[in-house]
């Protein structure tokens, strides 16, 4: 067990440092006139990428260590209080999206028209609101797990529009949008190619490509973010 709390806290020390390098976005908004050179904020801004991917790599490597002590704390007892304890623990894990799970379903690809037509040009573009109409088809019919662009749907996952991308999770992405959900894939399918504001994309040459799947892995929800993807949007440019 003190192997265990040494892991919990370096993980908690890791998402300081973390929350430490994300400081950098701010400090470059609030200090827009500063003597600093454009060229040392974009060396500071390289250090603290690497810094970042360094911090997440030495976390991935805790948080299986802490994992394979959960699991030989199972194992190893006999006590059924425990076991009854980490078999709720694995349940509530799996309903808020804390777990990796696979099997089949359905693949949703969604892409921008080509090109424009003679309607308002926001008719052509995918925004948050055909996102989240497909999330709720897909949940409404059985989806028992939901990913776009990799990020794990959960309870309070809302994508909104910043652009011509959508934020997921606190994390930008620009299209194509692909939806993956594990669930019945026939009733799936059927859900997304009946659904009428999917007809309507297609009418403005909104591209939407459904695949059904005999395995899907969806990855977990992580509770934090790589450093590089709270840095994105970031530039340093010349005067």
């Known amino acids: 067990m003190r192997k265990g709390y040494r892991t919990v806290m370096f993980i908690g020390f890791v998402l300081f440092g973390i929350l430490i390098n994300v400081q950098l976005r701010s400090t470059l908004a609030s200090n827009p006139n500063a003597d600093t050179s454009a060229k040392e904020y974009a060396i500071e801004l390289e ?34 209080e425990i076991n009854e304890l980490l078999r709720k623990r694995d349940f509530e894990y799996l309903r808020a999206g804390l777990t990796t799970v696979s099997g089949r379903g359905i693949v949703i690809t969604m892409e921008d028209a080509p090109a424009k037509g003679e309607l308002d040009v926001n008719e052509y573009i995918i925004h948050d609101g055909n996102i989240n109409d ?11 797990a939901i990913s776009i662009n990799g990020e794990r749907v959960v309870f309070n996952t ?82």
Do not use: H
């Open 47 to 80: 250090k603290e990428r690497n810094e970042g991917k360094r911090l997440m790599e030495q976390l991935a490597v805790k948080e299986a260590e802490l994992e394979q002590l959960w699991q030989n704390l199972g194992t190893n007892s006999n006590n059924q």
């Open 158 to 239: 809302k994508p909104v529009c910043a652009g011509p991308t959508i934020i997921v999770n606190e994390n930008r992405y620009p299209p194509p949008y692909v939806i993956e959900a594990i669930g019945d894939p026939d009733v799936l399918y059927d859900a997304i190619e009946t659904l009428p504001q999917v007809a309507f994309m297609r009418l403005t040459d909104i591209r939407i490509q459904t695949e059904k799947k005999e395995e899907i892995i969806i990855n977990r929800y992580r509770t934090y973010s790589s450093t590089e993807s709270q840095l994105k949007g970031i530039e340093v440019i010349e005067k």
């Open 134 to 144: 497909v999330l709720e088809a897909l949940k409404e019919n059985g989806a028992q």
